[in-house]
């Protein structure tokens, strides 16, 4: 018994110090803080004037319908020309050209044998959701001025970081700044539909042979409350994760509701779908939600620096505890999510087929073809079909470097401007025009210099977008230095 006693005793001295071992050279391995970089100097700017001209360009109705016909291709027309006319030095300075309506913008660099850089923002927005209108405190496309805000749609996504890289592009002009390196602005005219426009774009880049040194785009951004650390963060996303929809078809015999036979299109849809949402992906802790975890766990210290200096021990905690949020879960694994239904055309009329569409966005390790795979697997043996919809899988992007001179330049163009703040990396979710700039850049990074709260992040897409005059400020302020600290 003694033995036991002592055995057990020394087991836990082992454990105890190899844990307190692990915590106290616990650091990041693989995230750069920008430190080594020398940011330019910020060259001024008139925000008065900026704040007119983000709300001038909300009033464009450059509204991306699930319907193109329903689009107002005029409205792109305007905006095109009102950049000319708004930013005269910048369009002096700079190359345009029209690859349909997507604008490609080139600052021809001094130095041609280095690498170019690549900045992005996307001209339209998304529709507001009918019957919405009267939830808005000011018109969705007036781009009322009020609050120390401008309110419109697109003020956030994405006009309001088109207008800022243009603020700042037209102030570096007319200081008269010259770039040693090629700065492309590339601005996609349907990113809210598919992004061809984008994909266009970055064909021409790589029939010129274009490899940038990185590629930066809207995704991340400053949250102001973050989780584990409870203050605020750069999230610079360094990936995206894949887009799929899967579509569930049950075929019956149809008929009268009045004499239902016992095997129903519906049912056998509800059966299928079931089975499919309760075969969830696992979660992992790896990716960008690790780096991301020991980032914010150095930060914070105590047991959450313990936690992620041991994960072997404490990896099921970490995943429990991030389990708890649909976004910290999201970024762990494959998500699944049934989202549209179609049955019989009549109330009374059983089914011939019923179909169900379900949408997937693929983690980093994953693809399409396991998505299929799976699905196909969870219902096998059920009188059920499941395939991809006509709209073709998009996999997830390559994941770019933490420690890159690129990551390191624009870490230290926000730090100029938030000091103090932690940059971490980041995986977005949802899709940006640029995963299309893959091929032609080292990295893809997404990352805008506007605080936002976890909640605030609803009006992205939904009622009352704002962009503040102060995110609008730091906005220029990051897309100025960056500019002039890469490109100079």
Known sequence: MKKWVLGIGVAALVLGGTIAVRTAMFAPQSVADGA??????????????????????????????QDASQNQRGEWDKLHAWLAATYPKSHAAMQREMVGQTLVYTWPGSDP??????????????????????????????????????????????????????????ALAASGFKPTRTIYLVSGHDEEVGGTGAEAAARLLAERKVKALFTIDEGGVITSDTPIINQPAMMIGVGEKGYVTLRVRADAPGGHSSMPPKEIGTINLAKALIAIHQDQFPLELRGPAAAMLDVFAAKAGGMTKVAAANKWLFSGVIKGQMAESPASAALLHTTIAPTMLQGSPKENVLPQSAEALINYRIAPWDSSAKVLERARAAVKGMPVRVDFTERPPREPTALSSSTSTGWQMIVASAHAGHPGIVASPYLVVAATDSRSMAPVSDDVYRFAAISLATSETKMIHGTNEHMTLKNLESAIAFYARLLATAAG
């Open 113 to 170: 044998a280095a690498q170019p850089i690549i900045v992005m923002a996307h001209q339209d927005v998304v529709p507001v959701t009918p019957g919405t209108e009267k939830d808005w405190k000011y018109q969705p496309f007036a781009g009322t001025i009020a609050e120390g805000a401008v309110w419109g749609r697109g003020t956030i996504d994405d006009k309001g970081s088109l207008v800022a890289l243009f603020e700042a592009m037209e």
């Open 36 to 65: 080594a970089v020398k940011v330019a100097p910020l060259v001024p700017f008139n925000t008065n004037l900026a704040t007119q001209h983000l709300a001038e360009s909300v009033r464009f109705l450059t509204i991306s319908n």
